[in-house]
């Protein structure tokens, strides 16, 4: 029998990952647009950052037009949530 005295381990011992979901998806694409900008939202480092496969994004996104535009509506959506300054709540 040999011994496993190496650091890596098994994927039982790990802790599981969250599961993706497009929300989370866009939600680490932002992420990553304020850290390092648009130019680095591309599919690989978006999956490099949730520790998963490139391939596993397009389940929930189409592609990189895809995914800049529901940044975008993010990033608008935000800003539409923002009460206006000097606005009169109702």
Do not use: C, F, W
């Not at 680490?28 to 391939?55: F, S």
Request: overall charge positive.
């Amino acid at each position: 029998m040999t011994d496993r005295s190496d650091t890596s381990r098994s994927r039982r011992e790990r802790p599981a990952k969250p599961a993706l979901t497009r929300e989370g998806i866009v939600a680490a694409a932002v992420a990553i647009l304020r850290a390092e900008g648009l130019p680095k939202v591309t599919m690989r480092r978006l999956a490099q950052e949730l520790d998963t496969g490139p391939a596993s994004l397009y389940v929930y996104v189409r592609n990189t037009a895809e995914l800049h535009a529901a940044v975008l509506d993010e990033l608008l959506g935000t800003v539409g949530r923002a009460p206006a300054e000097g606005a009169e709540q109702l």
